[in-house]
């Protein structure tokens, strides 16, 4: 009876999570909101409110002011735009000066990047005259070779060339002869009107608002001049056009695909024809917008059948082209008008998008520097749906890119410099975190809804900059195990006191990548790299932390997972995603061997969990939903007055339904400022370190 009267009344005193989300709180301990997301439920002591005069109030907060330290931070590289200085002032988060870190040792350093130096190379067995790959230090897209060069050097096994990463050929075999402009161009076999409009609108939707290759209103009018005029007469006058026009109809082929080719890429057939006609750089140049977008969508398409150095060529290219038209610069739009300035501007950070992927992805430098930029990426006045998706990809772009760069170093770093990086890093990921939520709550804010593809994109791009932030504490964890094999191993405890909410937090964003990819909500993409990226990147985080930590695999399927995901990839013909599953079962296989070899040797079971609070490993949804009528008392928490238990993994929550309500699209996503800042907080930071964010 005394439940069910408290559950009647409203109280004043919310509970801490209730209170950071501001949404209402049942009043009971613990509350029903916490118990719905798995969330260690806390009230604060209540405290009689006091009356102050106004002047010592803000005597306070200019004495406040000058003692905390400023959170405008820059990039080490130059850069004039960082993660935190992007939040206006409206999307600051605001916090409590993190308390001093205890207990660590000075004199300790880690392996943020442990392989071989200088940069390993390989045999290639690739159709060219060079016979090595270079393995880039901080390349995403070696990481699996270089690991298992690594793994399989420390545990004595069978030479890595007879691995599934280094025995395979290119994926697909796709070439074209060079292109000519004499002779009449060939119109023959292409799609009746509906079907390419059909094809057009495919690409569209699959590409999103986030890429923009080619512009609607401009390619449409082409379109019907084309099918309803003089076709060979249209094709030899606007020959660039009828290039884009083949490449958009490959890439609608290629989305469309269900089953997989011979041998050559699904929409090959027209990739190869508009290839063949494309003219030469000395030519191409000058068609500005239309050869920019060209050569976007070309390099687009290699990347997605994994020639990763073409495709980087053709959009190195593009961005060079786009240099000397000023799209880097903010454009006057009295004198080019407003359409044309508002096209470039969102070419350019497509591009800017593009080359960040790609050159974290082949780990070599980036062609445009942040600090070169002027082109505005919240153009006054605008506040759409899509401006404010791009901003958020363009930013977590930006921000993942810096993590490979500056976080991986080739040398042993630190361990007080590495945390203090990396808890800049979750401070810039916790602004962030707030910038999406606010996305969302416009989003859904008066509707039911599923997961569009840009919001379910960015949730996934932002684990991925979790994971890579927080991914060099298990490579240092890794180092360590293989050079300790058979020999006398020292206490782990202080090390993972300090860096344990770092790989709790890496796991979690692992185990929600893999939740929201395999939603079964017919969302995942087979065609484009970027869901087969992230599934790769989660999979062998997870693999790892089993490997090293055996107890956060406990009642989770993450292997049975990974196999679906890339299984149905490969049922819908992608022939990338049967290379990354074969490499995936190899690197499982090495670190069920390194486990095996660790208990042999007599070596210390390494957990995530302390006795006393087995009870609560899970996966925490810590994002739950705002509501309009906010608690007055509500607003950002002092953070060093008690936090809530940060959990580990355990099992996973049900995938989420097709059709999300608002409170269960936002509990689903795994995304909270509350949460990072939380991890910031108990990190707290390291006296004489300057943030280099």
């Given at each position: ?86 939040l ?12 001093p ?54 545990l ?12 395979f050929n ?33 690409v ?29 007469q ?43 006609l ?65 096209r ?83 401070q ?41 932030a ?23 405890q ?66 049975e ?71 007055p ?29 608002n409170?269960e699209?936002?509990?689903?996503i ?24």
């Amino acid at each position: 009876m005394q439940n069910q009267a408290r559950k009647l009344r409203r109280t004043a005193n919310a509970c801490v999570p209730c209170r950071q989300s501001k949404i209402k709180c049942s009043g009971e301990e613990p509350c029903a909101n916490c118990q719905r997301r798995f969330v260690n439920c806390r009230f604060e002591d209540g405290g009689n409110k006091i009356s102050v005069p106004e002047r010592y109030l803000r005597e306070l907060q200019k004495k406040a002011k000058q003692q905390q330290p400023s959170d405008e931070a820059k990039f080490s590289n130059g850069s004039t735009s960082t993660p935190a200085s992007e939040l206006d002032d409206g999307s600051r988060l605001q916090f409590s000066e993190p308390p001093p870190l205890v207990g660590i040792d000075v004199g300790r350093s880690i392996w943020t990047s442990p392989f071989a130096q200088p940069s390993t190379t390989t045999r290639s067995n690739y159709k060219s005259k060079r016979n090595w790959v270079w393995l880039a230090p901080s390349s995403a897209w070696s990481f699996t070779a270089r690991l298992t060069i690594l793994m399989t050097d420390k545990l004595s096994l069978d030479s890595p060339d007879n691995s599934p990463a280094f025995l395979f050929n290119e994926v697909y075999d796709i070439n074209w002869i060079p292109p000519s402009l004499d002779g009449d161009l060939d119109i023959s076999c292409l799609p009746s009107f509906d079907y390419a409009l059909y094809l057009v609108n495919t690409v569209k939707f699959h590409l999103g608002q986030n890429y923009w290759c080619f512009d609607e209103q401009t390619f449409n009018g082409h379109l019907q001049e084309f099918y309803f005029g003089n076709p060979s007469q249209k094709a030899a006058d606007c020959r660039l056009w009828y290039v884009q026009f083949l490449i958009v109809l490959a890439f609608g082929k290629a989305f469309l695909s269900q089953s997989a080719s011979t041998g050559e890429p699904p929409g090959a057939k027209y990739f190869i024809r508009a290839m063949s006609l494309l003219p030469d750089i000395t030519m191409l140049w000058k068609e500005s917008l239309l050869a920019i977008e060209i050569l976007a969508l070309a390099g687009l398409y290699l990347y997605c059948i994994d020639r990763r150095e073409s495709a980087n060529v053709y959009v190195g290219q593009a961005i060079r082209i786009a240099h000397m038209e000023g799209l880097h610069t903010e454009l006057p739009e009295d004198e080019l008008g407003q359409e044309t300035v508002a096209r470039c501007r969102q070419l350019w950070w497509t591009l800017y998008i593009m080359d960040r992927h790609f050159s974290s992805s082949l780990g070599v430098p980036m062609s445009t520097q942040d600090s070169e930029i002027e082109t505005p990426l919240d153009p006054p006045n605008t506040s759409s749906q899509q401006d404010s998706s791009l901003s958020m990809q363009v930013k977590l772009s930006r921000l993942l890119s810096f993590i490979l760069t500056n976080v991986y170093k080739t040398e042993r770093t630190q361990l007080g410099m590495f945390l203090e990086t990396t808890r800049s890093i979750l401070q810039s990921l916790a602004g962030y975190a707030q910038e999406i939520e606010n996305i969302f709550q416009q989003k859904f804010k008066s509707s039911v809804d599923a997961m569009s593809k840009e919001t379910r994109h960015i949730t996934l791009l932002y684990h991925q900059c979790v994971i890579v932030a927080t991914r060099p504490v298990l490579l240092s964890v890794l180092r360590e195990r293989l050079d300790k094999l058979g020999a006398r191993e020292e206490d782990w405890q202080t090390f993972l006191t300090l860096t344990k909410p770092l790989i709790t937090t890496g796991i979690k964003s692992a185990a929600k990548t893999l939740q929201i990819l395999s939603a079964g909500d017919g969302l995942l993409e087979t065609f484009l790299p970027f869901d087969l990226e992230f599934t790769y990147g989660a999979a062998v985080h997870l693999a790892m932390a089993k490997g090293l930590f055996p107890d956060t695999d406990e009642h989770q399927p993450y292997s049975e997972q990974v196999h679906s995901i890339l299984g149905h990839m490969i049922a819908r013909g992608n022939k990338v995603a049967e290379l990354r599953k074969a490499e995936f079962s190899h690197i499982e296989y090495l670190f069920d061997e390194l486990a095996k070899r660790a208990e042999r040797s007599g070596l210390q079971t390494l957990t995530l969990v302390s006795p006393e609070n087995i009870e609560d490993i899970t996966i925490t949804d810590s994002l739950d939903h705002r509501v309009e009528d906010e608690d007055p008392n509500a607003g950002p928490m002092a953070l060093d007055q008690g936090l809530p238990r940060l959990n580990a993994v355990g099992e996973p929550l049900l995938h989420p339904p097709l059709i999300l309500t608002n409170n269960e699209f936002l509990d689903d996503i795994g995304i909270s400022s509350y949460e990072f800042l939380s991890i910031v907080n108990q990190m707290g930071y390291i006296d004489n370190y300057e943030s280099i964010l």
